[in-house]
């Protein structure tokens, strides 16, 4: 999966030694480097400023240290060599400088094979290599047919024009200049072989600067890191605004106005020169809106807009089908509707097709026009329900005995002793505590497995006379519990208790199988200590008078 961390984290706190504050405090200002040329990891924009997946993570770390920076960019490795930089933005192994360092990774993508479309992907022994110069060659590739190029975008442009034959390079940068640069001659291909990872890399060994970039890659969470990755693709690939295009087209506009005043010849030469103008806009927008669709296929994810003023949401090809069902469209629109700019995920339920639920991750970045305000949203989906249905039933099976699948002792008595607190003054509940009678008899003469089978069977018979709106548990044993809220009446509750007599009594030729019963009837304030007390009291005196019968403990009803 594109766009993640190499190994999935949770994020840790950030906890620095003394020693490491005070090297950040007097080690003054770091000047970072990254090589240009690789977008959407690290490039320059239209206004000459490094950008990047890989100048994100940079900033976050600074942010998280305290660390401060320097941006440069470097047009090719030897550029690199020959400045005074500190430290590397993205660094892979396979391109580390001799003496360098690396930190742990914080984002890995898949190895993508493009070639020129005259060539078969099995027929490249012989051909011509497209390297990025400073990098080692992968294994199986001589020198003598390799070409060395200074950007992985000019060694596809090679590729393109047929000067070289294929390459292999990261899917993030691949992809994208496939899509900015619109190749006719590419094709490309993921690899099966090992991904590529990216570190932060350190051209002079410093093992304090070395621990304090780890600490912050860590504390770096898994959602943060899908943020970060996020915003920074979605500016390298945001298509230009309604504001933009009259910024930079709106002379043009204006000059074919006065023209059209002046004569019509003028006029249509005018407009045949702004239809041109705005086809080729329209050329990109699609490279745009295709771009968006192939990174939405290449992340199996779901991307989206949302327009603050207009309300309206526009959705990726994945994300449209997703959200076919009746409602889900409305359930995402209104979580965007009360997301504050403090947070970067939320959780949320949407309808399927089939009626089916899913449960999503929506990580989400707003995005500001000119003047500072939020006019969008962007995101994406995340299907997190087979995680959350695992979670459920990892909490579940924390909760509920193994054999019976009743609630297991801790947590019975804690939701009856939440039970027992919230109870309204003048509702009366019950507490049922019971267990078998000779039961160490029935596992001694037929055995453990008729002993299990006794006890599931009680279960069953629990669950059918209390209901599932009963506090029911397993105590340990062969002692059950059971909370009854709100219970009519005392009468009520032994007519339940009489009904589970009857219940687990044995056919004829089965194993002999009896329950003593006690009830402690809440009328009054009590702690759970001191109604089990009474409750087991009570299942007591019915062993005494005689087993498989039930004892109700209460000074207002005898029985």
């Known amino acids: 999966m594109w766009g993640t961390p190499a190994a999935a984290w949770d994020g840790q706190p950030l906890v620095l030694s003394d020693a490491e504050r005070a090297y950040i405090k007097e080690l003054g200002t770091l000047r970072v480097t990254a090589l240009d040329g690789a977008a959407p990891l690290c490039y320059t924009d239209h206004k000459g400023q490094p950008q990047g997946i890989a100048w994100k993570v940079i900033d976050r770390v600074a942010e998280l240290t305290g660390l401060s920076i320097e941006r440069f960019m470097c047009d090719g490795i030897d550029q690199l060599l020959e400045g005074d930089y500190d430290i590397v933005a993205a660094m892979s192994p396979n391109y580390s400088l001799e003496g360098m360092e690396l930190t742990r990774p914080y984002l890995s993508t898949r190895t993508i094979l493009f070639l020129n479309n005259s060539l078969r992907s099995d027929a490249l022994a012989d051909k011509t290599f497209a390297a990025v110069r400073g990098g080692s060659l992968p294994e199986g590739i001589s020198l003598e047919n390799t070409i060395f190029y200074d950007t992985r975008a000019e060694s596809m442009d090679a590729v393109n024009r047929g000067e070289a034959d294929y390459g292999y390079g990261n899917a993030f940068s691949v992809y994208y200049y496939s899509l900015q640069r619109d190749y006719k001659n590419i094709l490309t291909i993921p690899l099966p072989m090992e991904g590529r990872a990216y570190s932060i890399g350190l051209i002079r060994q410093d093992p304090m600067l070395l621990s304090i970039l780890n600490k912050a890659i860590d504390a770096i969470s898994e959602e943060d890191m899908q943020h970060l990755v996020l915003s920074a693709i979605v500016y390298a690939e945001r298509a230009p605004s309604l504001s933009s295009i009259l910024d930079a087209y709106g002379s043009v506009i204006a000059v074919g106005l006065l023209i059209v005043l002046a004569g019509l010849t003028l006029s249509i030469v005018t407009h045949m020169h702004m239809n041109k103008r705005l086809r080729t806009m329209n050329r990109r927008l699609a490279m745009q809106n295709n771009r968006h669709e192939h990174l939405a296929a290449l992340s199996g994810e779901y991307l989206y807009e949302y327009f603050l003023s207009s309300e309206n949401l526009e959705l990726s090809e994945p994300c449209a089908r997703l959200l076919e069902a009746p409602g889900a469209t409305e359930a995402l629109k209104s979580m965007l509707r009360h997301i504050g700019d403090d947070g970067h995920t939320s959780t949320l339920m949407l309808p399927l097709m089939g009626d089916q639920t899913g449960v999503f991750r929506s990580i989400h970045s707003f995005v500001y026009d000119e003047d500072g305000r939020a006019s969008s949203i962007i995101g994406k989906l995340l299907d997190i329900s087979a995680e959350t249905a695992e979670k459920k039933k990892l909490i579940i099976e924390s909760q509920t005995d193994g054999l019976t699948r009743l609630y297991n002792a801790t947590t019975a008595q804690e939701l009856m002793t939440q039970a027992i607190r919230q109870r309204p003054y003048h509702q009366t ?123 109700i403990h209460d000074q207002r009803y005898r029985n």
């Open 429 to 551: 509940d019950a507490l049922v505590l019971m267990d078998c009678d000779n039961f160490k008899v029935v596992n001694d003469t037929y055995g453990h497995l008729a002993g299990n089978q006794l006890l599931e069977n009680l279960a069953e018979c629990l669950r059918k006379i209390f209901g599932d709106d009963t506090i029911i548990g397993r105590m340990g044993g062969d002692e059950f519990a059971v909370y009854i809220k709100n219970a009519p009446s005392a009468a009520d509750v032994e007519s339940q208790c009489n009904r589970l007599h009857e219940c687990v009594l044995p056919e004829a030729g089965e194993i002999p199988t009896a329950v003593s019963i006690g009830v402690v009837l809440v009328r009054d304030t009590a702690s759970y200590e001191t109604l089990f007390t009474l409750a087991d009291d009570a299942l007591y005196q019915a062993k005494r008078d005689g087993k498989n019968r039930t004892v």
